[in-house]
T-cell receptor
């Protein structure tokens, strides 16, 4: 059962513009959400997270928005840089098992110079 | 400080064989989790160990087993390999067993089953 979905397999943006990556989930029990970035031949690296009690979290160029009623979260990258080109995974953590994170299939972001 | 290290990086096996994958967590981290990433999909949770005890198990058959050693390193074993077990196996470590704990991933072991 795919409880976390990233419906866009790829996204291409121009350097300096905003990148918006979207993620939908189905399980209302999820209470913590994370974004991971993955470069080829490397493991995923943590980018930013948000608790279900918040609707926004910022860290530098990265902002995550959470809409609980729509079961939707998005990652905004402003301004986008070529080094941001990677696969981005959305993940949701269930409270009953702290490391049972459910990942989406990922979105490949390409930032063009 | 070294990150999460996994060995081997690549492995080729044939159907029916058994495989053991190894993981060393970041120094001081007591929790290790294993994930399977099939091509084109996100990582899928297999096991979590904390302080050498199994704390969580995903929806995987009994052919998959794991253990954590006193030094907090871990092994993932897969018996009777199937073609569908071909995947990238990721190990992740964290300091504690808590909801908002960050997971730090290794680069993975790419397993090919022929």
């Amino acid at each position: 059962d795919q409880q976390v979905k990233q419906n866009s397999p790829s996204l291409s943006v121009q350097e300096g513009r905003i990148s918006i990556l979207n993620c939908d989930y189905t399980n209302s029990m999820f209470d913590y959400f994370l974004w991971y970035k993955k470069y080829p031949a490397e493991g995923p690296t943590f980018l930013i997270s948000i608790s279900s009690i918040k609707d926004k979290n910022e860290d530098g160029r990265f902002t995550v928005f959470l809409n609980k009623s729509a079961k939707h979260l998005s990652l905004h990258i402003v301004p986008s840089q070529p080094g941001d080109s990677a696969v981005y995974f959305c993940a949701a953590r269930a409270p009953y098992n702290n490391n049972d994170m459910r990942f989406g299939a990922g979105t490949r972001l390409t930032v063009k110079p | 400080d070294a990150g999460v290290t996994q060995s081997p990086t690549h492995l080729i096996k044939t159907r029916g064989q058994q495989v053991t994958l190894r993981c060393s967590p970041i120094s001081g981290h007591k929790s290790v989790s294993w994930y399977q990433q099939v091509l084109g999909q996100g990582p899928q949770f297999i096991f979590q160990y904390y302080e050498k005890e199994e704390r969580g198990r995903g929806n995987f058959p009994d052919r998959f087993s794991a253990r954590q050693f006193p030094n907090y390193s871990s092994e993932l074993n897969v018996n009777a390999l199937l073609l569908g077990d071909s995947a990238l196996y990721l190990c992740a470590s964290s300091f504690r067993f808590a909801t908002n704990e960050k997971l730090f991933f290794g680069s993975g072991t790419q397993l090919s089953v022929l």
